[in-house]
Nanobody
Framework: QVQLVESGGGLVQAGGSLRLSCAAT???????MGWYRQAPGKQRELVAT?????NYADSVKARFTISRDNAKNTVYLQMNSLKPEDTAVYYC??????????WGKGTLVTVSL
């Protein structure tokens, strides 16, 4: 069974950087991988996805960069110039070529003033 293993969350001061990683274990053909986030009291929202092209939420454009290592079935999210409003649980998501729809357990990112 394929699982998504996330890492890289933590506490950082405003203006700082963090890099999230998400590795898909097991044998799977990946169509799209991405990151979503959910702040306290808010709905889960898209942050960035990567398939044939990349897609970003307006709120993170020019600050976050999504990338993918196909050989490792791993997606990364480089987050720069972090703001307190970026504080959330970040979830990795995968869409497989054959319709697989997987979520990671989430990793907490906290940005302090």
């Amino acid at each position: 069974q394929v699982q998504l293993v996330e890492s890289g969350g933590g506490l950082v001061q405003a203006g700082g950087s963090l890099r999230l990683s998400c590795a898909a274990t097991g044998d799977i053909s990946i169509k799209v991988m991405g990151w979503y986030r959910q702040a306290p009291g808010k709905q889960r929202e898209l942050v960035a996805t990567i398939g044939y092209r990349t897609n970003y939420a307006d709120s993170v454009k020019a600050r976050f960069t999504i990338s993918r290592d196909n050989a490792k079935n791993t997606v990364y999210l480089q987050m720069n110039s972090l703001k307190p409003e970026d504080t959330a649980v970040y979830y990795c998501h995968l869409l497989g070529v054959y319709g697989e729809d997987l979520w990671g357990k989430g990793t907490l990112v906290t940005v302090s003033l």
